[in-house]
Nanobody
Framework: QVQLVESGGGLVQPGGSLRLSCVAS????????MGWYRQAPGKQRELVAN???????NYADSVKGRFSISRDDPKNTVYLQMNSLKPEDTAVYYC???????????WGQGTQVTVSS
């Protein structure tokens, strides 16, 4: 079992930046793929980015070149640096931990990101 706590959301103007953090309650090294998902009102939850234990990353086309995911395993933390934010990035952002051994998925409670002038 892994508990995930996100932070760093808020209100930002278009073109601005935010950094989201997700702290896990236990070690995330080796067997966890860490990811960020988002869900806008009336839409399905979608993958934003993920990163495996080797540091390989994967991004949604809509955020490539603007967002960057990273992980700090000694701190049990994953980050999402979001630059050049657009109104369409407005959503609740969720941290996800996927155990590649048990195939269990764990979710954080979500943090709201609002991009508006």
């Amino acid at each position: 079992q892994v508990q995930l706590v996100e932070s760093g959301g808020g209100l930002v103007q278009p073109g601005g930046s935010l950094r989201l953090s997700c702290v896990a309650s236990r070690s995330i090294s080796i067997i966890y793929v860490m990811g960020w998902y988002r869900q806008a009102p009336g839409k399905q939850r979608e993958l934003v980015a993920n990163i495996n234990s080797g540091g390989s990353t994967n991004y949604a086309d809509s955020v490539k070149g603007r967002f960057s995911i990273s992980r700090d395993d000694p701190k049990n933390t994953v980050y999402l640096q979001m630059n050049s934010l657009k109104p369409e990035d407005t959503a609740v952002y969720y941290c996800n931990a996927y155990n590649t051994y048990t195939r269990n998925k764990y979710w954080g409670q979500g943090t709201q990101v609002t991009v508006s002038s």
